[in-house]
């Protein structure tokens, strides 16, 4: 049998999370053909967000990035589009948005192969924007060279909303790193240098900050250069005795409304790599990258199911190992390779878990706390005025390094949350406990 339809046969699962069963892959896909687009985009989007809603009271950077997802078919939207890996081969673009660090995905769309420039992105930025009270909005949104220009600038000044993002090496940007090369140049961290200045380009209404970071060549890096120019062989036991001494250093240019040092700009950047690490795992370990039906609309679908999955696995192994997140091709096995048996007596019904991996004792201590943190959250959830503030306090212990102890939302509780306060009060222990 298909390892991956046997779990259809399983009796313990669907109870837990209140199914009579499990469905087969064909079933599933026979059901998403009848759902109205428009019903599932509003049933998913309204289940990612009761994931996240919580954190969006912190202050958090909202990272913005494409992928892309290559197609073999005859699928709807797969186009021939910007595609620096297999140029010619169509694909899907995926346009995701992601809250930084927490490696949480907050939407993700599927769109056709030619539509992969920052126009398609900001429609979902500006109704998330607008749904949402200004003590939700990011503190700053960060992507690459694709969103910074002035259509997807505008609208973030106008609203007030700070950004970050690295501009196209363009004449007027290359012009620009030329001319400041006598500046005083300041340390930007790792190796790169930064100078502050504001430029126009063309289609700007306005002169715009940006900070220009270089960093020198080593030789290896100049002979890449030298060879990918002239389109010849690199032999690495002979020695080039001419370099381009014009070609020093590489260059950055990122434009930012913030008013940071360089050091801290770069830095913030910098950490945007983190995205890749995301992708890396949503289409190698997660199917982003695999699953595709004839119709664009079930592809869409999944591609949410997947991202809701994906942060549910991210909260749980965070819960587990709070001091760093683990990738999935280690945690999946070490989580999950183990036997559940249910037990039923007087009346309850309990789950008794044994761990089967080699290193299963590692997490094995931290399960247990899970257990007592949860034990004592239903002890407490009679008094507790609702499910989102259980969740917020299960949130808030996954994210106790972040927050050093406090609830979400603590210091900017709005009005209509100033009633739990005596309930937050009382459930105080309830992050210590673990």
Not at 276 to 283: G, P, Q, R, T, V
Request: proline fraction near 4%; charged fraction near 30%; include cysteine.
């Amino acid at each position: 049998m298909n390892r991956y339809t046997s779990i259809r046969h399983d009796r313990v699962n669907p109870p837990l999370l209140g199914m009579t069963k499990v469905l087969s892959e064909d079933s599933a896909r026979r059901a998403f053909k009848k759902i109205d687009e428009t019903s599932s985009k509003q049933w998913q989007q309204k289940h990612l967000e009761y994931c996240y809603n919580p954190l969006l009271k912190e202050q958090w950077v909202l990272d913005i990035d494409t992928t892309i997802k290559v197609l073999y078919g005859h699928q709807e939207g797969a186009e021939v589009g910007y595609n620096p890996r297999k140029p010619g081969r169509p694909a899907h673009i995926i346009h995701t948005y992601m809250m930084a660090e927490t490696r949480m995905i907050l939407d993700c769309e599927v769109m056709p192969g030619k539509q992969s420039s920052a126009s398609y992105s900001l429609p979902w930025l500006i109704d998330f924007l607008e749904k949402n009270s200004k003590d939700k909005w990011p503190s700053l949104v960060r992507g690459d060279c694709a969103f910074g220009n002035d259509p997807f600038l505008k609208p973030l000044e106008r609203l007030g909303v700070d950004y970050l993002f690295k501009l196209r090496q363009t004449k007027k940007v290359k012009k620009l790193s030329l001319m400041l090369e006598g500046s005083k140049w300041s340390n930007a961290g790792q190796g790169w240098e930064g100078v502050e200045a504001e430029i126009k380009l063309d289609g700007w209404e306005e002169k715009r900050r940006v900070i220009v970071l270089r960093r020198e060549l080593k030789d290896n890096d100049k002979r890449k250069k030298k060879s990918k120019k002239t389109k010849q062989l690199y032999f690495p036991w002979i020695t080039f005795p001419c370099i381009d001494e014009g070609e020093k250093y590489e260059y950055s240019v990122l434009v930012t409304s913030l008013k940071l040092e360089i050091l801290t700009i770069a830095q913030l950047y910098r950490d945007r790599a983190t995205c890749e690490n995301n992708f890396d795992e949503l289409k190698n370990q997660w199917g982003w990258a695999g699953f595709v039906t004839s119709d664009l609309k079930r592809s869409q679908i999944m591609s949410r199911i997947i991202a809701q999955v994906y942060n549910w696995w991210t909260l749980f192994v965070r819960w587990i190992d709070q001091d760093q997140h683990r990738e999935v091709i280690t945690s999946r096995p070490l989580m999950l390779y183990g036997v559940a048996r249910e037990v039923r007596h007087a009346g309850q019904v309990k789950l008794k878990l044994t761990q089967m991996h080699g290193k299963g004792y590692k997490i094995k201590k931290h399960i247990q706390l899970i257990n007592n943190f949860l034990h004592k959250i239903k002890m407490f959830a009679e008094r507790l005025f609702s499910r989102s503030l259980i969740w917020r306090l299960i949130l808030s212990e996954i994210f106790s390094p972040f927050l050093n102890g406090r609830i979400l939302g603590e210091q900017a509780a709005s009005d209509t949350e100033k009633i739990e306060t005596n309930i937050e009060q009382n459930c105080r222990i309830l992050p210590s406990i673990a």
